[in-house]
């Protein structure tokens, strides 16, 4: 279950990328009524904390993080609001570890964070959608992305799930 209110590290690809996964995004937020969001993978998210020593914590993993890139695959889909249809991403030996890396630096641990059982991903809607719509969209969007974006910075964010609300307190640049 996700806390109504929590902070995440996200990576966002920039670019051409982004462009592309913006339109697709806001087409179907508006289409379907559903919250906006910016395109981004999570790689920890759900925890808490005095904003001020996770701003610290998120500048910390940055200088501890080279720049990796992010290969998204295909489009998958789950009876879940914020997993409704969403890009599978392939988990490298570098994504691994940045995982890894921001896991203990937030202390996500549990089975919640088990790296077995993680599944990163980058969204194309949240909503509750009927498996006909989502066949529909996969068909417009196509199934298949293969598309690599470079990771070259980490966003901590703040996550109101009630209000689907995120805001962004600060980009930090690896090093």
Request: proline residues 5%; hydrophobic residues 35%; contains cysteine.
């Given at each position: ?39 981004h993978?999570?790689?920890?998210g ?119 609300i ?10």
């Amino acid at each position: 279950m996700r806390p109504e209110q929590s902070y995440s590290i996200w990576l966002v690809p920039k670019g051409d990328v982004n462009k592309r996964l913006s339109v697709i995004i806001n087409e179907l937020s508006e289409k379907h009524n559903s919250p906006r969001f910016i395109p981004h993978v999570g790689l920890v998210g759900g925890f808490t904390g005095d904003e001020g020593d996770l701003i610290s914590k998120t500048k910390s993993l940055s200088e501890k993080l080279r720049p990796f890139n992010v290969m998204l695959t295909d489009v998958s889909r789950r009876d879940e609001f914020f997993r409704s249809l969403f890009i599978m991403v392939e988990k490298t030996p570098e994504f691994m570890a940045a995982y890894g890396a921001a896991r203990a630096m937030f202390n996500c641990y549990g089975e919640l964070y088990d790296p077995e059982k993680y599944m990163p991903h980058l969204s194309l809607i949240y909503a509750s959608l009927d498996d006909k719509t989502k066949d529909d969209i996969m068909e417009k969007t196509g199934r298949n992305f293969n598309i690599p974006f470079e990771a070259d910075s980490i966003h901590l964010f703040h996550s109101n799930e009630r209000d689907k609300i995120w805001t962004e307190i600060k980009e930090f640049t690896l090093k």
